[in-house]
């Protein structure tokens, strides 16, 4: 029997074990498309839950499509689940310091897919639906009517005590325990990964990534004159302990960098003991390790990954991150804890911009403090998961048959697989001229592998224009396979 799209049974939120109750009867043909599902009363009784929640799981089914509601008569079967598509093979690039040279490429495949009225499958951002604008706001107003002087001066490194002091009090979640005194406040992750790496690593010098992995960080290594090295990847448990621990042993690698809970473009979580694993070999080796934690708050799981620096006994790991993906993008505040690399980061900080802007600071700390950011985190994690599900959901529908997929348990983007022989690039532009926006797998490596790769994003609602939007655009994948 094919394994079927089963989703989230792990989860453990009690509706999703009766939406995978249902999946299973399906499965077994127990149901057939027609059939009446159980009533509310029937099942909750039979499963011992709430009607609610059996309510809220035959919802769930609906908005997948599989079940529909007929009015005065209850809930039947739709159509059936598709099977659950293969993961893509782990990859297995040659680990050697490469030179990495994009140039404009990267911008100019971006300044066409950011246009307003192109469906966004193509940029990692959040829908602005999805972000919290009136509990924002609000913070926004009070900061600058009580503390006006503050919102206009410098707020020179590390930064706003009160805000540092909020992350700080996070820090727990992330599997350790830190102070306001261990971040240096910047401008967005993206700061902190630049500055992060010019103070462990110079011009010339090697850097483990993974691969792979998202194209921002090649485009900093490009930017400082260093060069890449490639390491093989797993689609589910991300970075290999193996390959890592080989071209450590072959190549002068000064830093590693990597996107450990849920990686851009592979959505790969890397398990704590390999994390752990993965740390000491690089403590025995004294190579400090840069992570980008920037998708770990949305996690679909009930608890929080842990961070490298959980496992950091030594101060080697530079923990970086930002409210981009979960609060506000255009706020740019980001963060990082430097561990033993406080001193050059925060001079780094101090040369490369002086100081953080005060608003943004102020008011994120503000919001932070209000407890809203948990609230909103739950409703945000939910959204991104069921998003993810109806994206993948549907590209196992519509794409050409052999389309591999990632199965990401956080972040809100998917690595897709195409036949042999599609070209991603060509993919893009046909589907530009639909006006969708996809990116290609070649920007995720330093040497232009992933050629019959695309990453999609499900960081918008789910809606008919996305959906119309995934069937368009496995007819165009389609059309490139022949
Ligand atoms: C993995 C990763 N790191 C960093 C960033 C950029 O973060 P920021 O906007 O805070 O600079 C992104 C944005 O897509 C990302 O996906």
């Known amino acids: 029997m094919p394994q079927i799209l089963t989703r989230n049974q792990q989860h453990g939120f009690l509706y999703e074990q009766v939406v995978a109750q249902v999946n299973q009867m399906i499965a077994r043909n127990t149901l057939c498309v027609g059939d009446r599902l159980p009533s509310l009363r029937k099942m909750s009784k039979q499963l011992n839950v709430s009607i609610a929640t059996v309510m809220q799981a035959y919802v769930q089914l609906e908005g997948q499509g599989l079940v529909e509601t007929r009015p005065q008569s209850g809930f039947y079967i739709k159509s059936r689940p598709v099977a659950e598509p293969s993961l893509p093979k782990p990859t297995r690039p040659l680990p050697l310091p490469r030179r990495i040279q994009f140039g404009d490429d990267i911008s100019s495949l971006f300044s066409l897919a950011n246009v307003p009225g192109v469906i966004p499958l193509g940029v990692a951002n959040p829908a602005h ?31 706003d005590f009160g805000l540092r002091r909020q992350i700080a009090y996070r820090s727990m979640e992330r599997g350790v325990n830190l102070g306001p005194d261990d971040f240096i406040i910047t401008t967005g992750a993206t700061e902190a990964l630049s500055i992060s790496l010019q103070a462990v690593a110079r011009p010339g010098d090697a850097i483990a990534v993974e691969s792979p992995t998202y194209f921002c960080l090649l485009q900093i290594i490009e930017h400082l004159g260093m060069m890449a090295v490639e390491i093989s990847t797993d689609p589910d448990s991300g970075l290999c302990v193996d390959s890592l621990a080989q071209a450590l042993d072959t190549v002068d690698i000064k830093a590693v960098i990597s996107v450990a809970n849920f990686n851009n473009p592979t959505g790969a ?26 998708f770990g708050d949305l996690h679909f799981s009930q608890t929080r990954p842990h961070t490298f620096k959980a496992f950091d006994a030594e101060g080697l790991v530079l923990t970086c991150s930002s409210f981009s993906k979960t609060i506000a993008p255009g706020y740019r505040v980001g963060w990082v804890s430097p561990g033993r690399y406080f001193e050059p980061v925060l001079q780094l900080k101090q040369l490369v911009s002086s100081a953080t802007a005060s608003i943004p600071q102020l008011t994120i700390a503000e919001f932070l403090r209000s407890g809203l950011y948990e609230r909103h985190l739950m409703r945000l994690r939910r959204a991104y998961r069921e998003q993810l599900e109806q994206l993948r959901l549907a590209v196992a529908e519509s794409f050409p048959k052999g389309t591999r997929l990632t199965r990401p348990q956080g972040g809100f983007v998917l690595w897709v697989q195409l036949p042999r022989g599609v070209d991603a690039m060509d993919l893009h532009a046909d589907a530009l001229k639909q006006h969708i926006s996809v990116t290609p797998g070649t920007i995720f490596s330093a040497t232009g592998k992933y050629r019959n790769f695309i990453r999609l994003c499900a960081g918008s609602p789910w809606d008919e224009k996305m959906a119309d939007g995934v069937v368009r655009l496995g007819q165009l994948a389609q059309a490139l396979t022949s």
């Open 129 to 159: 639906e999805l972000l919290p604008s009136k509990g924002l706001t609000r913070a926004l107003k009070k900061v600058a009517s009580l503390r006006p002087v503050e919102t206009m001066s410098y707020c020179y490194p590390p930064g």
């Open 269 to 294: 979580l890397i398990p704590d003991t390999n994390k752990k694993a993965i740390l000491d070999i690089l403590a025995k080796k004294q190579i400090p390790l840069i992570e980008d934690d920037i």
